[in-house]
């Protein structure tokens, strides 16, 4: 794709009022097909996506994140390089 369509990209996928998109952007899209190809490719991915997207909002309980991250924090290894941060490193 080339890079000046990259720049209203987003508006036109989104269907904004095509009078504020440059007038080249349209005439480069009907004489390239290879920006064509990509924009409806583009468009068939965000079908995809739309079409699994959870119909109901999710709201983790109460707690979730912190739970996470506390099991992160209790899986994580120590790297060789914490032991040179400790204080007691060197002393002595």
Known sequence: MH???K???EAYLEGKD?????ES???HLEACRECRNKIEQMRDQA?????LRSKQDFHPDP???ARVM??????????????FLDPMFGSG
């Not at 095509?18 to 440059?22: A, D, E, H, I, Y």
């Open 3 to 5: 890079d000046f369509i």
């Open 7 to 9: 720049d209203d990209l």
């Open 18 to 22: 095509k009078s504020v998109l440059p």
């Open 25 to 27: 952007f349209q005439a």
């Open 47 to 51: 079908t995809v996506l739309r079409a």
């Open 63 to 65: 707690g979730f994140y």
């Open 70 to 83: 506390n099991r992160i924090n209790s899986q994580r290894r120590a790297s060789i390089w914490a032991a």
